[in-house]
């Protein structure tokens, strides 16, 4: 059973607790293939979206997971609320919270909201992204996706390319998969990389090919635009020719390695078409998994899975 109240991250989880979350996705998968997908576990129950940052997979995937199971939900945008009035953060919580909701799912802009809010309410709370802390539903939703082609984690080794500095699916990812005993090795310009990454439980490979080479699992990470105009590398050309991933260079992985990206893609920045529309490409199963991930946490969180 799971015994943590939030899920803040998967830093403090262990591999009982992920493995845990992974068994029960499975089961709640089989529900999305169903013609009709409502489960009354969740009904009667009210789960409150509040996001402070633009989304579409992971809020829309909330919501669906939700809904599914048959809870009542609410979908918070900073805009246009008290926020823009001045509320605070932990007011705005605690309002949602007297109005009766049973879980609060959060997205933010700062590392360590989740965890802050989740000193000031009663109810679960769900990190949906904050700053550049965590993801953990993402990193579980690919740990999902891996283990459903692989059949374990075990023994894999995974690359993760890009902006791991700013990277909070990096993050959750290195130590999910770090944690279910894979090797993660990490690439990336220098400027974008952090300079204690390797404390993290990841390998810091020299080049972009030498994390590929021979990878069961090649993650490219979303370069966020607005880091070109920082100086935090020369070019986009120059990006791709260097850690984009191309037909050439997925080819120095394991002929049945897996590629994986969480969204949305910059087409010929990080990952050429060729490879977004390849056989290779589990970018779109990422998205349909993402749902059942995220209806086994709110199941476990809100409807009797946690001890």
Known sequence: MFKHRHLLGLGKLTAED??????????????????????????????????????????????????????DTISFASSGSSVEKGETLKDTAKTLEMMGVDAIVIRHGSSGAAEFLSRH?????????????EHPTQA????????????????????????????????????GFTKMGAEVYVAGPATLMPPDVEKTGARLAGTVDEAVKDADVVMALRIQLERQKKGMFPTAKEYSGFFGINGERLKLAKPDALLLHPGPVNRGLELCSEVVDGLQSLINE????????RMAVLYILIGGGRK
């Open 18 to 71: 992920i493995a845990y979350i992974l068994r029960l996705t499975a089961s709640f998968k089989e529900i999305i293939d169903r013609d009709v997908k409502k489960f009354p576990t969740l009904k009667g129950k009210a789960v409150v979206n509040l996001f402070y940052e633009a989304s579409t997979r992971t809020r829309n995937s909330f919501e669906l997971a939700a809904k599914y199971l048959s809870a």
């Open 140 to 175: 579980l939703l690919d740990m999902f996706t891996v283990m459903e082609k692989k059949g374990t984690l075990s023994g894999l080794k995974v690359a993760i390319v890009g902006d791991i500095l700013h990277s909070r699916v990096a993050r959750s990812n290195i130590f």
């Open 286 to 293: 990422q998205v349909r998994n993402g749902v059942a991930v």
């Open 121 to 133: 309410v009663r109810v679960p709370v769900i990190n949906a992204g904050d700053g550049t802390h």
